[in-house]
């Protein structure tokens, strides 16, 4: 039987009000990803990115992990971090930031590989998947053939992880990295584990929404 990871995922958007107010909260947050890198042993990843598509230009996303919940809230409580919530409030988007808390079922259903630090624009993906009721369950096993099938046999699949969203049982995320995206369609999108989970959990879904991002620092491996 499998342990549940200790790991807990941020995957946060944060909208802006224009890009020049994006850009000043993207300089604070790699200020906050260098102190992560050098000073928090605990800080898995910190990438500050951005979508690709120029209608979302003026959103931040944040993909964060941390290795328990100690982690996270010494992170939390460092007084960059204390600054930056501050400015946000006071210098508000079209809407509020949306904070999603995820979790591993195991550390099985993540994999990362150094090699991601040497991409200069790797292939991002942020996904949501949604479920009829018990799909989410019976979809876990496939998702562990696609993240094993990942780690094993492709190498460009630089970033790879299956998580629970803590609020809702009947929602998947998944954070991917691809050394490109064409290597995501000619390879990770042709294995054989992804034929397996769209032919057996497919019709278990309400709902598939993707974001692609490009990373503007930060990193996505420790």
Known sequence: MSVPSNRIVVIATVPTSSVEKRDELIKQLLGAADAAQNNEPGTLKYAV??????????????????????????????????AMAAWI????????????????PSDTFQFSRAAVADQKDPWIIAAELNYHPDGAATSIPYWQAVVDEGREKEDGTLVYGVLKDVSNAERLWTIEAYESETYLKDVHVKSN??????????HLRTGLEWVFLTIKGGFLHK
């Open 89 to 104: 409030g006071a210098n508000p988007g079209p809407s509020p930031p949306t904070i999603r808390t995820l979790a591993y």
């Open 49 to 82: 990115c951005v979508p690709r598509d120029p209608a979302k230009e003026t959103d931040i996303w944040m993909i964060e992990e941390y290795a328990d919940k100690a982690a996270l809230d010494q992170h939390m409580s460092l007084p960059t971090i204390t």
């Open 193 to 202: 584990a992804i034929a397996e989970s769209i032919k057996n959990t497919k």
